[in-house]
């Protein structure tokens, strides 16, 4: 069974930074795009970034453009969230997720399964 | 405000046939594919339904999807104790990225 495994999470001040990580198992990760996605507490989910098999393309929301970074580990089958500059209304539970379908060509099919476990992130002083 | 309109909440009861519907633009469903997820209380969302009406493996044949221009619909028959969840369509935006609607909470009364 496809496994992801979160880490990486945690309180940080306004400002600060935090890198997330994604371990993935038991497929061939570099075939495969993959994304994260956040949801505040409450609220309903929120697309961040997506990244292709290959890591050549890369995508972001408005809201994360300029201060958080995507990229992967294909060796390590390692997904990553390098947020910067973070703000209080960053706060959220963010999941990454295994893309089905493709990132290519200036889109992604957002077809995500599985979903990791999520990992909570709070922004506040 | 999210780009993908869903009704905040739809209810029915067991044995049901219960539709939510997801409305966005030339820019979203007009042009690429919807896809629709289950959030269970507590726990990460499943995809449901994928390229406007693809089951993934697992997911009864109860749920169904359809598109009909900037539309779409998630439909659920025989509805069950256990559907009680909250739903998200998303597609991919060509200007914002991915998007996903408010969600709508199903209740089974």
């Known amino acids: 069974e496809v496994q992801l495994l979160q880490s990486g999470g945690g309180l940080v001040q306004p400002g600060g930074s935090l890198r997330l990580s994604c371990a993935a198992s038991?497929?061939?990760?570099?075939?495969?795009?993959m994304s994260w996605v956040r949801q505040a507490p409450g609220k309903g989910l929120e697309w961040v970034s997506a990244?292709?098999?290959?890591?050549?393309?890369?995508y972001y929301a408005d809201s994360v453009k300029g201060r958080f970074s995507i990229s992967r580990d294909n060796s390590k089958s390692t997904l990553y969230l390098q947020m910067n500059s973070l703000r209080p209304e960053d706060t959220a539970v963010y999941y990454c997720a295994k893309d089905l379908g493709y990132c290519s060509g200036g889109s992604c099919s957002i077809w995500l399964d599985p979903w990791g476990q999520g990992t909570p992130v709070t922004v506040s002083s | 405000q999210s780009v993908l309109t869903q009704p905040p909440s739809a209810s029915g009861t067991p044995g049901q046939r219960v539709t939510i519907s997801c409305s966005g633009s030339?820019?979203?469903?007009?042009?690429?594919?919807v896809n629709w997820y289950q959030q269970l209380p507590g726990t990460a969302p499943k995809l449901l339904i994928y390229?406007?009406?693809q089951r993934p493996s697992g997911v009864p044949d109860r749920f169904s999807g359809s598109k009909s221009g900037t539309s779409a619909s998630l439909a659920i028959s025989g509805l069950q104790s256990e559907d009680e969840a909250d739903y998200y369509c998303?597609?991919?935006?060509?200007?914002?990225?991915?998007?996903f609607g408010g969600g709508t909470k199903l209740t089974v009364l």
């Open positions: 030339s820019s979203n469903i007009g042009s690429h594919t």
């Open positions: 038991r497929f061939t990760f570099s075939s495969y795009a």
């Open positions: 998303a597609a991919w935006d060509d200007s914002l990225g991915g998007v």
């Open positions: 390229s406007h009406n």
């Open positions: 990244i292709s098999g290959s890591g050549g393309s890369t």
